[in-house]
């Protein structure tokens, strides 16, 4: 069964500093994948996807199907960045999605 | 105001009772899912409904029943079989599960507490 992976519970970075949520995968096929964000009282959100390759918010994430990673980067954070973001992947067809358990990404002052 | 919409906001239950759980969208979404958010696990899928009068089991189905009578509604029932249902619970839809790119938008979900 496919499974995705997000390593790190918890980030904690100052503003201004690079970004880096991790993100692995296991599929052997050519999934679809996701990043979902949750700000504090607000609801689950989508931030991007990878078919689209675009940059949200100053986020992008690059598929790499080699070391299946969709790994999401800024390269400066900002303290309204702080949230929980889940990584998520959809196989083709009629399909659901799988979540990771999520990082909560703390970006202090 | 378009949307998906989660009732009550904050449930408690008592052991033993079954209980219902409100979903509704004004998306004209086809499918519509529930998933239960646990701290440190992430979102788990609990049934899901890509048309009327059909849904399937998710990953952690045990305990919950699910009815699709009406396209806009898709509740949950968590019955008393459920071992560990205080949990939060959030209903999502989306517009079909084979178009490329698809996105699912999320309700604000229905924090349940078993006394």
């Known amino acids: 069964a496919q499974r995705v992976t997000q390593p790190e519970k918890l980030l904690s970075v100052f503003k201004g500093a690079p970004v880096e949520l991790k993100c692995n995968y296991s599929?052997?096929?050519?999934?679809?994948l996701f990043w979902y964000v949750q700000y504090s009282r607000q609801r689950l959100q989508l931030l991007l996807r990878h078919i689209s390759r675009e940059s949200i918010k100053g986020f992008t994430a690059d598929l790499n199907k080699g070391e299946t990673s969709f790994h999401l980067k800024k390269p400066f954070a900002q303290e309204e960045d702080s949230a929980m973001y889940y990584c998520a992947l959809k196989l083709g067809g009629y399909s659901t999605l799988t979540f990771g358990k999520g990082t909560m990404l703390l970006v202090s002052p | 105001d378009g949307g998906i919409t989660q009732s009550p906001k904050y449930l408690f239950r008592k052991e033993g009772q079954n209980v219902t759980l409100s979903c509704e969208q004004n998306l004209n979404h086809d499918a519509m899912y529930w998933y239960r958010q646990d701290p440190g696990q992430g979102l788990r899928l609990i049934y899901y409904s890509q048309i009327v009068n059909d849904f399937q089991k998710g990953d952690i189905a045990e305990g919950y029943s699910v009815s699709r009578e009406k396209k806009e509604s898709f509740p949950l029932t968590v019955t008393s079989a459920q071992k560990n249902p205080t949990a939060f619970y959030l209903c999502a839809s989306s517009s079909s599960g084979l178009a490329g790119g698809y996105e699912q938008f999320f309700g604000p979900g229905t924090r349940l507490t078993v006394l």
């Open positions: 599929y052997s096929g050519s999934p679809e």
